[in-house]
């Protein structure tokens, strides 16, 4: 099995970066040790894991998956339960725009990688963006997941929040799943949507209603 490191390094070579295996190593350890902080739960190394493996899954649904896959190691990459609105996602796209650029990838994919980051945050794609939205599909997967899975994700999320009171916490988690319902569809391309909306909308519910 490919290790994650390697997978790294094969997918920023893939997107166009030119630095040496030492620098692309250095920065994928780097980021391994980000997506290992303690205070991620869920957004963790398992996160990161599931990603990448649905987007290799349903890489040819994309012209450019290995830039969807740099920009699902980037999507998280800074990642704090105590910031506000999307502060995350921005500081993570801004980080990504700026690691990719140091290890020479061209400054218009490192601004196109850096976009993708940035529409983890309200998961909102415009028309004809399929890397956008793998990215999107595959970051929200989870939704979908059993009523097992779906529990695991539901209480590791509460316990990256466990600063927030019990009160507070349920009104954030409830504007949140009322965003997801609310969107058209939450899953973008139509295989992915055809298999896990309906399974996602049902948790959706259960969780918001429970």
């Not at 630095?19 to 739960?41: K, S, T, V």
Request: glycine content about 8%; some cysteine; proline content about 5%.
């Amino acid at each position: 099995m490919t290790s994650l490191a390697e997978q790294w390094r094969a997918a920023v070579r893939g997107a166009g970066a030119t630095a040496g295996d030492d620098d692309l190593d250095a920065a994928g350890g780097y980021l391994l040790g980000r997506w290992a902080e303690p205070q991620r739960q869920y957004h963790d190394v398992s996160h990161l894991s599931a990603v990448l493996e649905v987007i290799d899954r349903h890489a040819a649904l994309a012209p450019h998956p290995d830039r969807v896959r740099v920009a699902a190691w980037l999507h998280d990459a800074v990642y704090d339960p105590r910031a506000l609105g999307d502060a995350n996602e921005r500081d993570s796209a801004e980080f990504a725009e700026g690691l990719l650029t140091t290890l020479g990838a061209p400054a218009e994919v490192a601004a196109e990688i850096a976009r993708l980051v940035g529409l983890t945050a309200g998961h909102a794609t415009g028309t004809d963006d399929p890397d956008g939205e793998l990215l999107c599909d595959a970051d929200l997967a989870i939704l979908a997941a059993d009523e097992e899975r779906y529990a695991a994700y539901t209480a590791a999320i509460r316990r990256e929040y466990a600063h927030v009171p019990d009160d507070a916490f349920k009104d954030g988690r409830a504007q949140v799943l009322k965003a997801l319902l609310e969107l058209p569809s939450i899953y973008r391309h139509p295989p992915l949507r055809e298999a896990w909306e309906a399974k996602a909308r049902a948790n959706l519910e259960r969780e918001l209603n429970g």
